[in-house]
């Protein structure tokens, strides 16, 4: 089946990075785009970017595209998410997720999500 | 970037009731709106894409419809699990935009 299994919570300090793993197991991995989602506290979902794993293209929603860099490594089917310049208003959990062989389609599977706190 | 509206913002209800909630887009899209399902500090669940078409294990109380910018999301008899928080998806451009999520309550 289908997993996608997140590196563990991290406590950063403000202007610090992070960098949050996602492994994928039980399908072809170049196979079908991940997306990453970020969920602050008590709010609602946001959509982050996505990556190719096949080519390694990425898209970046404007408000992260000069501090996030999504990378691949099909060695070990892993995407990384790293976030650069950290703030307390990043604090959030981050969810990799499975999107579908072309970009323009629907997330079916999600990663149990990363907790990231930001504090000084 | 294309806007998602939600509504209701939250609605409290009765197992057996049917519930619905709808999306808004800020412009015409395809289909490619998704629905998604929220517990308290669990990671969300995908339940529908392509507007109507449920993920595999979905139960058939969920339902999606609609078309162009206004698409509905309902459950025809809301079970004990189902109380959480719903949200829609646009991925018919970048960025993909969510809606700001529906509570769905006990009454």
């Known amino acids: 089946q289908v997993q996608l299994e997140q590196s563990g919570a991290e406590v950063k300090k403000p202007g610090a990075s992070v960098k949050v793993s996602c492994k994928a197991s039980?399908?072809?991995?170049?196979?079908?785009?991940l997306h990453w989602v970020r969920q602050a506290p008590g709010q609602g979902l946001e959509w982050m970017g996505i990556i190719s794993p096949f080519s390694g293209s990425t898209w970046y929603t404007q408000k992260f595209r000069n501090r996030v860099t999504m990378t691949g490594d099909t060695s070990t089917s892993t995407v990384f998410m790293e976030m650069s310049g950290l703030r307390s208003e990043d604090t959030a959990v981050y969810y990799c997720?499975?999107?579908?062989?072309?970009?323009?389609?629907?997330?079916?599977?999600w990663g149990q999500g990363t907790l990231v706190t930001v504090s000084s | 970037d294309i806007q998602m509206t939600q509504s209701p913002s939250s609605l409290c209800a009765s197992v057996g009731d049917r519930v619905t909630i709808t999306c808004r887009t800020s412009q015409v899209i395809t289909n490619y709106v998704a629905w998604f399902q929220q517990k308290p500090g669990k990671a969300p669940k995908s339940l529908i894409y392509a507007a109507s078409n449920l993920q595999s294990g979905v139960p058939s109380r969920f339902s999606g419809s609609g078309s162009g910018r206004d698409f509905n999301f309902t459950i025809s008899s809301l079970q004990p699990e189902d109380f959480a928080t719903y949200y829609c998806?646009?991925?018919?451009?970048?960025?993909?935009?969510f809606g700001p999520g529906t509570k769905v309550d006990v009454k």
């Open positions: 039980g399908y072809t991995f170049t196979s079908y785009y």
């Open positions: 998806q646009q991925y018919n451009s970048y960025p993909f935009t």
């Open positions: 997720a499975r999107g579908g062989g072309i970009s323009t389609s629907a997330i079916d599977n």
